[in-house]
């Protein structure tokens, strides 16, 4: 089966709820902030949709013009694409896939930063992401006021959780490393060890 990008699975999940034009999902979209999850750009959307299409994923159902404005083709779900996007479903869920975040690769060099320029980066990170914390609980107040059925945002409470847990974490390892309990200098290892004392690599 054709792999889909992330944008082309937000809109065959658009695609399942009712037919659409891809303006109207793209409205849809910044309506709904899914630039949380995907990337949302028109022309690149319209792109996305025609691939649907091209993979039997999605079929034009008609065709209306507004006006002036240019004629918009709307496009409705297949058996193929309901089939396509439980299956997507299913795998993204239940298999962890590498996704290689930016952060990771910092946190495993960090000790090239000197200590205190390190303590200010990783506290100036904790900020950042209290206020992305905060973001996310004026979402949470928002769904809870409109009384949205849970399901639809399991994604912003995750991400919220996760939010938390990262702070949390972040908060406890800094106070380390400013304290000295996490120490900033000295050999990679121990040095009554039979490894390299000037290799991070303890795995040879």
Do not use: C
């Not at 980066?121 to 914390?133: D, F, N, Q, T, Y």
């Not at 945002?153 to 990262?166: C, F, G, N, P």
């Not at 972040?170 to 490393?177: K, Q």
């Amino acid at each position: 089966m054709a792999s889909l990008t992330p944008l082309a699975f937000a809109a065959l999940d658009l695609l399942n709820e009712a037919p659409m034009h891809p303006y109207e999902m793209f409205q849809t979209m910044l309506h709904r902030q899914e630039e949380r999850n995907v990337k949302v750009r028109p022309g690149t959307l319209y792109h996305q949709v025609g691939r649907l299409a091209e993979l039997g994923f999605a079929q034009v159902v008609g065709t209306d013009r507004d006006g002036n404005r240019p004629e918009r083709t709307t496009y409705t779900i297949t058996d193929a694409g309901r089939a396509a996007l439980a299956d997507g479903l299913r795998r993204m869920v239940a298999e962890p896939a590498d996704e290689y975040p930016e952060f990771h690769l910092a946190l495993s060099v960090l000790e090239n930063l000197p200590q205190a320029e390190a303590v200010d980066a990783v506290r100036a990170r904790i900020v950042a992401l209290g206020r992305e914390r905060d973001d996310y609980d004026e979402a949470l107040q928002r769904v809870h006021a409109k009384q949205l059925t849970e399901r639809y945002w399991l994604d912003v409470s995750y991400v919220r959780a996760m939010l938390a847990a990262q702070i949390e974490w972040l908060s406890t390892t800094v106070d380390r490393i400013a304290s000295g309990d996490l120490p900033w200098d000295g050999p990679a290892v121990p040095a009554d060890t039979d490894f390299p004392t000037n290799s991070k690599d303890t795995t040879r």
